[in-house]
């Protein structure tokens, strides 16, 4: 069964760090693209960006590319979501995604409140 | 950005009605738009993919349609199941764009 679990998320300070995570388990994690997308209080849905299989390339919403860093470690099937220099906006539950041609399997989300 | 025009943003509607829910595109996506269904506290479930293609375990009287660039999710005979939020999602071209939901509500 595959399981996508998040976590790292809590109450952080504007213009603070936060690094989220993706533990992924129940497929090859190293043959698949990975990505985040988050969810707004008010229901916005928002792609962040995603990852290629072997690390190699990212995507990113140039929205949120100067800010955002997404890396993989492939032998910790572990994804990874770098937020920088926050702000109230990214207030959201980010959800850790991995997209199919006709499937597609989400974490249950991990909520980050960015407030001082 | 491909933006992603949804309507309506709320939608009441009796048992067994039909209900249809619909995206605009800004420019050509082809068959790449999915339909996803949120029920509070969940994840987004896939409904539909590649616009007209109902996904693995869902049932016959969701059913998705395109015309040009304007695409359309159709319940048939609403369930009390069926309320929760919809969104269209489309995975033409980077960066991959939502629609802004339909909060679907039983009458």
């Known amino acids: 069964e595959v399981q996508l679990v998040e976590s790292g998320g809590g109450l952080v300070q504007p213009g603070a760090s936060l690094k989220l995570s993706c533990v992924a388990s129940g497929f090859t994690f190293s043959d698949y693209w990975m990505s985040w997308v988050r969810q707004t209080p008010g229901k916005t849905m928002e792609w962040i960006g995603d990852?290629?299989?072997?690390?190699?390339?990212?995507n990113y919403a140039p929205s949120l590319k100067n800010r955002f860093t997404i890396s993989r470690d492939n032998a910790k099937s572990t994804l990874y979501l770098q937020m920088s220099n926050v702000r109230s906006e990214d207030t959201a539950t980010y959800y850790c995604t991995r997209f199919g041609v006709s499937e597609d399997y989400w974490g249950q989300g991990v909520m980050v409140t960015v407030s001082s | 950005d491909i933006q992603m025009t949804q309507s309506p943003a709320s939608l009441s509607a009796s048992l067994e009605e039909i209900v249809t829910i619909t995206c605009q595109a800004s420019?050509?996506?082809?068959?790449?738009l999915a339909w996803y269904q949120q029920k509070p506290g969940k994840s987004p479930q896939l409904l539909i993919h590649s616009a007209t293609s109902l996904a693995d375990g869902i049932p016959s009287r969701f059913s998705g349609s395109r015309s040009g660039t304007q695409y359309s999710l159709k319940i048939s005979r609403l369930q009390v199941e069926d309320t929760g939020i919809y969104y269209c999602?489309?995975?033409?071209?980077?960066?991959?764009?939502f629609g802004g939901g339909t909060k679907l509500e039983l009458k």
């Open positions: 420019q050509d996506i082809g068959n790449w």
């Open positions: 990852i290629k299989y072997d690390g190699s390339y990212t």
């Open positions: 999602l489309q995975r033409y071209s980077n960066p991959w764009t």
